[in-house]
């Protein structure tokens, strides 16, 4: 039989003691340094929209208002000029001619280029009533955007979609259906999702990506979601109910804020369904692989500390 020397057992046990004594202290240190409801803040110049890119300007409505139109499109775009003529016209195109009332709001996130008056040229050719640009005074990050565009909503119902186009728009009336199907008293989350693509995207990933990919599910699994396999698909549709229960609550304004989107409504039982969607790799990302999963790990694992630990609390009670 093996023979462990007793001052291994006494080496093993004093490093789970020390490892315990610091995650202790990491514990204290989050909860004294965590504000428990996140702080939106709102200035002057993200009040209001411009009528047209030469016209005045009007006041946003609010998220806590009654809507107006059947679905609004929340674009947040940072850096977007080039991507996000292809995706509008695509995106425009559809809801024309469908026929139901719409409007998008393009959430300029700080951009140093031309997206805001890319996005004004668009409301000059179908009106402020179908087109808004919602310009941020800096950058927030796509949580952060996605959600001051959320708040400014009027739709019945709350698709955000990425600036790239990755995802055509012929595929929301999936999302619609289904939403229709799993609402319970006015609240439901539908996620698109690629996760049926992942083998054929596995072929053409290097094996680092592949790797990063497998360890933030994993991360996601564990520490916050377990009911959505892909929580990082920028085309998610909402009621206007659980917009407003859901990114009054949100803390996260970057990446990961999506993971805590879906984590706030698992606590808070909101139905939550994935649907298969098309998809397409664009060129032209902003995104900086292993910036991001290093940021990402991080964000959820003190997203499921804070909440272990209520240091973050929620801003609102399912409605």
Known sequence: MLHIPCCIFDLIQLILVLALVLFLILCAFVKLTTEPLPKILTFDQEKSFRVGSEGGE???PSLEESP????????????????????????????????TSYEVIIVDDG??????KIGLSYTDKFTCDKVRVLTLSKNRGKGGAVRMGMLRARGKSILFADADGATTFEELTKLEEDLAKISVDGQGIVCGSRAHLQDESIVTRTVFRTILMYGFHMCVWIFAVKNVRDTQCGFKLLTRQSARTVFNSLHIERWAFDVEMLKIAEMLKIPVSEVPVRWTEIDGSKLNPVFAAIQMFRDIFLLWLRYAIGAWTLAAKRD
């Open 68 to 99: 107006s139109v059947e679905l609004t499109v929340v674009v947040p775009a940072y850096n977007e000029e080039e991507r996000l003529p292809k995706m509008l016209d695509e995106c425009l195109d559809f809801l024309q001619n469908r026929g």
């Open 58 to 60: 009007k006041e946003f």
């Open 111 to 116: 951009s140093k280029d031309n997206t805001s």
